[in-house]
């Protein structure tokens, strides 16, 4: 077994989730996207409690760039605060070997 960053995020809209998927792939910043089936999320917000649907996607990269996977989508994700959550996954060394290429 293997170490790999995956990160998730939430978007306003499936249109969004692909344009930043495809920026990050074309930049070689990450090896797959999946976009996930909408979800409903309710949130507290500047003192409300706010609901909205969304869209997930998980991000697969290498630790090394995580951070760097991190702030770029940050950087093209259209709310104030987007909510980035990086996680450690064990994944086959042949998954591992194919996410490090395909970034490097």
Known sequence: MSDIAL??????DRAEAKRIAETVLAERLAACVNILA???SLYRWQGQIE???EVP???KTTPMLARRLHDRIAELHSYDL???E???VAVDKQVAAWI???TG
């Open 57 to 59: 996607a998980l991000f």
């Open 7 to 12: 990160l998730h995020a939430t978007f306003a």
């Open 100 to 102: 490090a290429a395909e």
């Open 38 to 40: 909408p979800c409903r």
């Open 86 to 88: 990086t996680w450690p």
């Open 51 to 53: 609901r909205s649907d």
């Open 82 to 84: 987007p909510v980035i």
